[in-house]
């Protein structure tokens, strides 16, 4: 099945103005144009994905995510920093849904206005107008100025006049929550048209039904990453699983926290917090706990992956690392003298059990991402030390 939208690497940074400062020192700066005026935000961080022809893609997330941002790079309305977007065949990117609706127009004036505006010749227009207000439903408003217009029949008359287009690739920013249920199936009807004509769909919203009524497939983006892709409802879980009560903390936890994973940080070599590393470089990934129960000999672990697959995921049991006693509340940490992959992205996990890993305490499942770089144009993921043998 051919590809329609391929994003390679794709970076979006934003640079926002730092709040005020109104020191003497802030004003000179400010004068002066110095460079940390200005705060970078990762709206999208190496994002790599591929869309096929005719699949329905859903994007979910908290606020702030880079969904919107997402969208926008895939339609060409903004570029991205760094990376590739390719897209194949035209583009509809419904994103303000109803913004060029003219109000001092009818609906039948704003039809014919928009047709043309598409370059579509009146005669085609003509044709699909029936279809159009029919499907609006504002057949007895249709001769009204829109400015006389409620905000759910606007947005009727905007989508029905979306169905003048016949856009390859269509991307949907939150709109469809507007209008009546009613309204709301016909649109999804005509979109799952267009999908089985092969058209192809990325759909963000924050209905997690319709995400896995809909989609096929979906992706959930975090902090500008993508932390989940797949099976639209697998993606959805996924998302309601995770602890979404503060967009910093976003991750699955469970376990009866007798000993709590209290910070969990990774460090360069100097001691400094970071997440991005060279192959071969030292990470310390250093867990701070509290031992509130009194747990006698845990178990501390970690887990690195890539996507979905295990890495690594050493334990101080089978590394017989634990001290004899452990303190009520302290910190664990794991040196890595020399990374020994290079992938990009991986996620880390945290978890402390029992000396036998029977009994769960505490787990943070990829609670962080990290990047790694081989700093080459082509790279093995492992750095393995290894020797080639004749006999
Ligand atoms: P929401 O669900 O709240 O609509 P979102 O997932 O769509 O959020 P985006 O709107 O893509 O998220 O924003 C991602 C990040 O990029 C946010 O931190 C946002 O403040 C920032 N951002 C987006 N657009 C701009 C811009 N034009 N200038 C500066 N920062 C921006």
């Known amino acids: 099945m051919s590809i329609a939208i391929t994003l390679k690497k794709v970076h979006k940074n934003f ?20 460079k940390n005026c200005y705060e970078k935000i990762h709206a999208l961080k190496s994002i790599d994905l591929e869309v096929k022809k005719g699949e329905i893609l859903g994007v979910i997330g908290p606020n702030g995510a880079g969904k919107t941002t997402f969208l926008q790079i895939i339609a060409g309305i903004m570029r991205c920093t760094k990376g590739k977007v390719l897209t194949k065949g035209s583009i509809l990117p419904i994103i303000e849904l109803g913004s060029d609706i003219n109000p001092e127009l009818t609906g039948k004036e704003n039809i014919f206005l928009s047709g043309v505006v598409m370059g579509l010749p009146r005669r085609f227009i003509k044709r699909k107008y029936k279809e159009l207000v029919d499907f609006s439903g504002l057949k007895k408003f249709i001769n009204v100025k829109t400015k006389n217009y409620s905000s759910g029949m606007r947005m009727r008359l905007a989508f029905s006049i979306l169905l003048l287009s016949n856009p390859d690739i269509i991307l949907i920013d939150e709109v469809l929550g507007v209008g009546d249920i009613r309204f709301q199936k016909k649109c999804f009807e005509k979109l799952k048209k267009w999908s089985n004509e092969k058209k192809t769909i990325v759909f963000v919203s924050q209905d997690m039904t319709s995400i896995k009524k809909f989609c096929d497939k979906a ?26 009560s503060s967009e910093k903390d976003l991750y699955y936890e469970w376990g009866s926290k007798d ?17 991005s590393f060279k192959q071969g470089e030292k990470m310390i990934i250093e867990i701070g706990y509290d031992n509130k129960n009194n747990v006698k000999n845990p178990m501390f672990g970690i887990a690195i992956h890539a996507d979905d697959m295990l890495v690594w995921g050493p334990n101080t049991t089978s590394s017989r ?18 990374i020994p992959f290079s992938s990009g992205k991986l996620f880390l996990t945290v978890a402390i059990h ?10 943070k499942e990829k609670l962080l991402f990290f990047f790694v770089d081989h700093g080459l144009k082509k790279s093995n993921f492992l750095n393995l030390k290894y020797n080639w043998v004749f006999r």
């Open 354 to 363: 029992d000396y036998s890993g029977k009994e769960l305490y505490h787990r």
């Open 15 to 34: 640079k926002i103005k730092r709040e005020d400062d109104k020191s003497l020192f802030g004003s000179l700066r400010d004068s002066l144009y110095l």
């Open 321 to 338: 690392a634990l001290p004899k006693s452990l303190k009520k509340k302290g910190t664990i940490s794991l040196v890595i003298d020399n």
């Open 259 to 275: 000993i709590e994973i209290t910070s969990v940080k990774l460090l360069g070599s100097k001691g400094e917090e970071k997440d």
């Open 219 to 244: 992706i959930f983006l975090n902090k500008g990453s993508i932390v989940g892709y797949g099976n639209s409802s697998m993606v959805v879980k996924k998302y309601l699983m995770m602890n979404v």
